[in-house]
């Protein structure tokens, strides 16, 4: 795919989904692709920060150093710096996925989305909120990857990604997790996003 074609001709769309740590983002995601047959592309983020057990790496992310970041920076569509760790999402493939139709899932904070909204304005910006602050607190230290300061942290986060995502198109709420799938894939329907997820 040239690099030099613009956003908006691909055919494909750009969908960018965010929500607080916690808030079972990538679950989502997980089971929107298990039910899009094909249709729908997850694109893998690059990151300076440490693997967590069981995350796979090319899988999961592309674990990189600060350096090979920094090299990185030219290719990538969007980035930021999250948590103290740096992420961004390497611009050619998801070109490559738009080239083809497909509908292509971004799962970046809400940084990241509004880049991609000044490149692609033609993006879908999603954001998952959790049904109330304790329950988000309560998921995030039932996960057990963090200790007390990076819960704080992140909850901390979490109150700036949720004000912030006043500017999103579309809110919707994980309170129930096939619920929250079905929402997601009636959002996409109804932007014409990969028509006829679930009808499979
Ligand atoms: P985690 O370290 O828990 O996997 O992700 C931390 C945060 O970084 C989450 O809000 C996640 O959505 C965000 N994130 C992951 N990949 C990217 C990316 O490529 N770009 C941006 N801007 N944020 C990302």
């Given amino acids: 795919m040239e690099a030099t074609t613009a956003w908006s001709t691909l055919p494909g769309r750009l969908v960018v989904l965010s929500g607080a740590s916690g808030v079972g983002k990538s679950t989502v995601v997980d089971r929107l692709i298990a039910r899009?047959?094909?249709?729908?592309?997850?694109?893998?983020?690059?990151?300076?920060?440490?693997?967590?057990?069981?995350?796979?790496?090319?899988?999961?992310?592309?674990?990189?150093?600060?350096?090979?970041?920094?090299?990185?920076?030219?290719?990538?569509?969007?980035?930021?710096?999250?948590?103290?760790?740096?992420?961004?999402?390497?611009?050619?493939?998801?070109?490559?996925?738009?080239?083809?139709?497909?509908?292509?899932?971004?799962?970046?904070?809400?940084?990241?989305?509004?880049?991609?909204?000044?490149?692609?304005?033609?993006?879908?910006?999603?954001?998952?909120?959790?049904?109330?602050?304790?329950?988000?607190?309560?998921?995030?230290?039932?996960?057990?990857?963090?200790d007390d300061a990076a819960v704080a942290r992140r909850l901390a986060n979490a109150r700036r990604e949720i004000e912030a995502s006043r500017g999103y198109d579309v809110q919707l709420v994980n309170d129930d997790l096939e619920a929250c799938v079905d929402a997601l894939i009636a959002t996409l329907a109804e932007h014409n996003c990969a028509e006829g997820i679930g009808d499979d």
């Fill in 36 to 146: 899009a047959g094909g249709k729908v592309r997850r694109s893998i983020s690059a990151t300076t920060r440490a693997p967590r057990e069981g995350e796979i790496p090319g899988v999961d992310y592309f674990f990189v150093s600060p350096e090979e970041f920094d090299a990185m920076r030219g290719d990538l569509l969007e980035s930021a710096e999250v948590h103290g760790s740096r992420y961004g999402t390497p611009a050619g493939p998801v070109r490559e996925a738009l080239g083809a139709g497909l509908c292509v899932i971004l799962v970046i904070d809400v940084q990241g989305g509004f880049q991609v909204r000044e490149k692609v304005p033609d993006a879908l910006l999603v954001f998952i909120q959790a049904p109330s602050p304790d329950v988000l607190e309560h998921r995030l230290r039932e996960r057990g990857t963090d």
